[in-house]
């Protein structure tokens, strides 16, 4: 049952990008059609206030908020960057203790239509796994943010400085501050 209002609400979506294209294409070249189908989900969102904690080495977050602009639910399910090894999406849990830990976030961001979602210190936000270079204030940082219709949206964030959230990670502790 679960299955087939996905499969409906995919059609649907389908459906409406196929009519956005129609009016969208006069004019552009044929090819462009392809791109707009795959630029669905990632059309409409947002990203603001993005910023990146500096880091010598090892992880970092990245944090800002992402607003879903549009009319159909979408989940942010992966994250790239050539700044890192690995990027993970982490929810902060209590872990019944009174500990905040961070860990990944089962099935990605979903962003409701028109809502948004904060990633902040302490909250969800993009991990960086494993910095390839030193990620000073002051630097930028490219990330690729990609969505469950398969759509990728590309947003850079400044690098600043922070100290503040602690949290201890599932897969081996912060520990370098
Ligand atoms: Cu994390």
Redesign the pocket.
């Known amino acids: 049952m679960h299955r087939s209002l996905f499969t409906s609400a995919l059609a649907l979506a389908a459906a409406l990008s196929l009519a956005g294209c129609a009016g969208a294409a006069d004019g552009a070249p044929a090819t462009s059609a392809a791109n707009a189908d795959a630029a669905e989900a990632a059309a409409s969102v947002t990203f603001t206030d993005g910023w990146a904690k500096a880091a010598e080495t090892g992880?970092t977050?990245v944090f800002g908020s992402l607003e879903n602009t549009g009319s159909e639910d979408l989940v942010v399910v992966a994250v790239e960057t050539k700044a890192a090894e690995s990027a993970?999406l982490?929810e902060?849990v209590d872990d019944g203790s009174g500990t905040m830990t961070?860990?990944r976030k089962e099935g990605g961001f979903p962003i409701a239509a028109g809502d948004h979602l904060q990633l902040e210190p302490g909250g969800n936000?993009i991990?960086l796994l494993g910095l390839t270079a030193p990620l000073l204030a002051g630097d930028e940082v490219a990330l690729t943010l990609a969505f469950e219709d398969g759509s990728t949206l590309e947003v850079t964030v400044p690098v600043k400085d922070y100290t503040g959230a602690n949290?201890s990670?599932d897969g081996g502790g912060h520990g370098a501050h």
């Open positions: 992880m977050g993970e982490h902060t961070m860990r936000h991990m949290e990670y």
